[in-house]
Each structure stands twice: as C-alpha cells, then as structure tokens.
C-alpha cells in the first residue's frame, strides 16, 4: 500500500515536474532568443544558467528520495493485493513474461532453466578474473619501464583519452589533467600516488581511443591529414585487450590509496569501470561504479558543496556519470544500489565550469578546442536530462492489470509530451528528427545513420561524423531518444502477449510504437560496424538486443493477428543486426555467449 501510495504520489506530481525541469532545461540550454547558437558552431557553455533557490552556496545536502529496493526476480510477474504486476526494468527478464513463455520454443525454456534465474551476473562472477601480468614496454625496459616512456607516447594516450572518451564521459578536466595530474605523476616517477593511478587509466583508456582511431582510419588528435598514421609507439597499444598493462599498474597502486575518497579517487573508480565496461566485464565495472558511488556519497553527505565553483561542479559531474552508469546496471543485473538516487533531486546538472576561472591555468590552455568542448558539453547534459525522464518512466509505467486498466494512457500520453519537450528544448546545434525511416534497413544505411546536427558536426548521409566521439556523441543522443521510446512501449508489449484480448486501438498502436522505436538504434550501425573500441555501454545494448530479439519473435509469432499485424517492415533485418552485435560481444563475455547460444534455439 505505501508503494501504491508513493505512485499515486509521483504521478499527481508529474505535470508539475514536467513544468519544472523543463523550466531547468530552458535555463540550461538557451533558446534562440536568449543566446543563438552559431550556424557553423555550437555556442559556448556559459556559466550564468540560472539554478532554483533552494541550491545556496554553498549548501549542505541532504538526500531528498527514499532508498530505493532492488529489483530480484524471486517470484517473477506475482500479483499484489491490489492486483497489479511490477514489470522489470530488465530486458533478461522478458524471458519469464507469461505471454512469452507460451510462445517461446520449449527447447529455449528448457535451456533457460539449466542456466538459472541469475545465470547473467552468475556467470559474469564466475568467469576467470583479469590477467595480473604486466608486459613491460619496451620489453627491456624491466621493472622501470614506466620511468622510460617517451613523454610523447604519454602525452598522445593521453591526448586520445580526451579527444575520444572523456567527451562523452566527462570524469576528468582536460586543463587541471594536463596543468597538475600530469606533471606530479611523472615528477613522482610514476609511485604510489593517486595522480599516477589516474594517468595510468588515462593511458589504458587511451590504448582503446587510439584502436579505435586506427580500427575507424581516423588521423590521431593533433596530426595532419586525414587518415590514421600510427605513431612510432602504436606498438603499446598492439595488447589484449589493448593498455591492460597500463591498467594492471594502477590496479597494483590502487591498493593503498583504497580508503581514500575524495574526487580524484573517485574519479579513478569511474575511469576503472569504463575501461571494465569496455572490454565487456559487466560485474567489474558494476564493483568500481559503486565503489566511486561510495565515494560521491562521501564528499555530498554532511559537507558544504558549492556547485558554482569548479570544484563543486566537478562533483556534480562525476555524481552524474556515476548516478547513470550505475542505474543500466543495477536495473539490468538486479544489483544492490548504492543509494545515490537519493541525492537525484539536490544535486544539479552541471555546468561545466572552467578549471581557468580560478586563474591556475594560463591562456595557452585555453584553444579553439573549447568550442568543441561546449558541443559535448551540451551532450552530456541532454543525457542526464534523458536519464531523469527514463527513471520516471520505470517508477510511473512499469505495472500491469489484469482488468486491463494498467497501463494508464493519461500516464503514458505525460510521459510521451515529457519525452518530446526534452527533445524540442535542446539546443539548436542538437536538434534531430523524431522520425524513423522504414524505408532504409540497417543493412544499407550509410557510414552516419544520425540526422545532421549542426554543419560543424554533421553527419550527413553521403559523409561520416568527424571523430569517433561526433559519432558516439550524436548516436547516443538519437539512441537515448528512440530506448525511451520503447521503454515506454514496454508496458504495453508485456499486456499484448500476456491478454491479446483485452488490447484496445490505443494499446495497439502502443505496441507498433515500440517495436519501431527498438529497431535502427544509429550506436551500432555505419561507422560503428568498423569503430567497436568506442562503443560504449556494449553490456547494456547486448542485454537490450536479448530482450528486443525475444520481443520480436513472440509477437511475431501471436495467435492474435492484431498482435501480429503491429510488427513493423523491416525488423526481420533489424533482428539480423542484432544477433551480429550479439555474435561480435560473445567472444568477449561469458554472459553474452549464454545469451547468444540462447537466441539460436530460437
């Protein structure tokens, strides 16, 4: 009853909570009117945006949500007192649907129950753990190989890291890095401090940019031309998987600065589970994200934080990076959260402060890069707007009815007009089209899937994104629209196959909604069928890809012909795509082959 209580709560308040973030929205991103955005480059991020009162300076935060409980399927689709189902958020869950039970060939349930109800996260705990060896560079070098790396092999790692992942995964300042982080890490020669565990990462991370640039013939941050030209130390990267030497030296430094939990530790776990995430090691990276949560908790509990400095702003942004993370994961594997959803409603999104308003860091650090910065920037921002709007579609949708009351349209139609105003209320340099094309399948879709942007970015059909993080970046906007989409249309799928009957016009046309919004997702299309180093989140899309491959085969295989008639054209193509990204991670993660072997009983 307190849960029901909770929900009618939430979704009395829901109009109001629309008006208010859009409100925030249009505070963040600026409309035309306030400040255009240029027609060949994305505005500045200007560090003016207006912020509710309730947000001081500096503040003592106090966490404004409940803890929330996780999800476990101990007794999946049971009916409470009230008569309504909790649908999980997870896309491995789809395989216990009632409905789909009784149209899923019985050699795959059968195959399923061996595998048991938590063969995911089991087999993921179980698999051998990451090598603890360590090739020196050069060979030679022995046990003082880092004190003799070039300076340029360093700088370019680095350099990549920043131009390819931090953009879309904004943990670290590129100008404190390179003024402070950089200098002690080498100066200390590489010891035991925290400055060299994050440029160790820094350099992992960088190993994978690097790949990626080669992988995608894209020229390295800072050289000429137009294609790759592998430096004189590309041999660093040639590792499997690529910079683990670097990554296993600061695992071994790590272990005794572990108590530490200030940001730069912080930053350290998250930069950890990036690496884990991908080489595709879904629990590692769970294990850092939430040790970095243990940290934000931390520095947020009983401290004054001034979000209007660059330090509080550093804050607000590795809380958010890990706040989002953490959810795919949680909700998919059905892991303890950390609690950090409970800061969700005081800690704000960030501004992105510049390291140089505090005067530490001379002009030179400041470049015709910082417009790019600002396109990212923007980026990330929408994405976290995107990650509230999605939470709210999990707590207020995510329940069935047998009366067939559940899903609420009134609901349903909220959570739709919340989803278009957070697309209309971004920046004009990100503006995309809500249409998906049905007359282009996957298989035939050009080297940039996305709608163009902003003619400093765009990805036009007959051209490729610029950089492997203009494609990330403009595919996991586009994505993050068209998965909340479908998460919407979840709910709705879940009744087709559960009392086909009971469907109503509204609830069919739910369902075709969803099922075109889980097709053609633009992150493992065109130039990431060559580019894989950087995609990123590739658990969270395989996990995705098993539910929607399930999905698709149930109602295509209905006994009801409306059901069967919401399939839209070309997801027989569209399901290939699937099982080849599928095929492609299997080699990578035990989990993922399970899931894969599964598929083919189909």
């Known amino acids: 009853m307190s849960t029901l209580h909770r929900l009618e709560t939430k979704l009395e308040n829901v109009p109001t909570n629309v008006r208010n973030e859009i409100e925030s929205l249009q505070a963040l991103f600026p409309r035309p009117s306030d400040g255009p955005i240029e027609s060949n480059t994305p505005a500045r991020v200007t560090h003016t945006v207006a912020k509710p009162a309730s947000l001081s300076n500096p503040q003592t935060l106090t966490p404004s949500g409940e803890l929330e409980v996780p999800e476990f399927d101990e007794h999946p689709n049971a009916v409470n007192a009230n008569g309504l189902v909790s649908i999980s958020f997870s896309q491995h869950a789809v395989i216990l649907w009632p409905g789909a039970r009784d149209i899923l060939p019985q050699r795959l349930l059968e195959a399923h129950e061996k595998l048991g109800k938590n063969y995911v996260g089991d087999t993921e705990v179980n698999r051998p ?24 092999m360093i700088k370019g790692l680095s350099t990549a890291f920043f131009a390819t992942f931090n953009p879309f995964t904004p943990i670290m300042d590129k100008n404190f890095y390179f003024a402070f982080t950089l200098g002690a890490a080498i100066e200390s020669g590489f010891g035991y401090t925290i400055e060299s ?41 040639q590792e499997e998987p690529p910079g683990l030497r670097f990554f296993n030296e600061a695992r071994r430094r790590i272990g005794f600065l572990m108590c530490d939990n200030d940001i730069q530790s912080c930053q350290f776990y998250l930069l950890s589970s990036v690496y884990y995430s991908q080489i595709l090691r879904p629990m590692d990276s769970w294990a850092m994200i939430h040790r970095a949560a243990t ?78 910065d600002s396109f990212f920037q923007y980026h990330f921002l929408a994405q976290v707007a995107h990650r509230i709007i999605l939470t709210r579609i999990r707590h207020s949708l995510y329940f ?56 400093h970015h765009q990805s036009s059909p007959n051209t490729r994104p610029l950089s492997p993080a203009v494609a990330v970046s403009e595919a996991m906007l586009r994505g993050r629209y068209m998965i909340a ?74 006994p009801d012909s409306r059901v069967r008639s919401t399939l839209p054209p070309g997801w027989e193509q569209w399901n290939r795509e699937m099982m080849r990204f599928l095929g492609d991670c299997a080699e990578h993660s035990p989990a993922v082959a399970k899931d894969f072997e599964l598929l083919q009983l189909l």
């Open 400 to 455: 069935y009815s047998d009366t067939g009351t559940f899903p609420r349209p009134a609901v349903n139609a909220e959570l739709h007009h919340q989803l278009s105003q957070w697309r209309l209320n971004l920046p004009q340099a990100l503006q995309f089209s809500d249409t998906v094309s049905l007359a282009t399948p996957p298989a035939t879709t050009a080297a940039s899937p996305h709608n163009p942007i902003s003619p």
């Open 295 to 372: 940290c934000c908790l931390s520095m947020l509990t009983g401290h004054d934080v001034n979000f209007d400095e660059w330090e509080g702003d550093m804050k607000s942004r590795v809380y958010w990076s890990c706040l989002m993370n953490e959810t795919i994961l949680v909700q998919e594997l059905h892991l303890p959260p950390s609690g950090l959803s409970r800061f969700e409603e005081v800690v704000p999104i960030p501004k992105f402060i510049g390291f140089e308003t505090l005067g530490f860091v001379s002009s030179r650090y400041s470049s015709v890069e910082d417009i790019d």
């Open 129 to 152: 753990p990451l090598p603890m060896y360590i090739y020196p560079f050069p060979p030679q070098a022995g046990d003082v190989w880092l004190e003799t790396l070039p300076l340029a």
């Open 485 to 558: 989409k479908f998460h919407i249309g979840r709910p709705y799928l879940y009744k087709a196959l559960r009392i086909p009957s009971q469907l109503s016009e509204e609830d069919l046309e739910q369902v075709r909604s969803g099922l075109l919004n889980a097709m053609n997702w633009p992150i493992i299309l065109g130039i990431f069928r060559d580019v894989k180093s950087c995609i990123p989140i590739k658990f969270a899309f395989c996990s995705q890809f098993f539910g929607q491959v399930l999905l698709f085969y149930c109602i295509a295989h209905s």
């Open 197 to 237: 565990c994050l440029v160790l990462n820094i350099m992992a991370l960088g190993c994978l940019a690097v790949n990626a640039h080669c992988e995608g013939d894209y020229p390295l941050p800072g050289t000429p031309g137009a294609h790759f030209e592998p430096p004189e130390w590309m041999a660093v990267v």
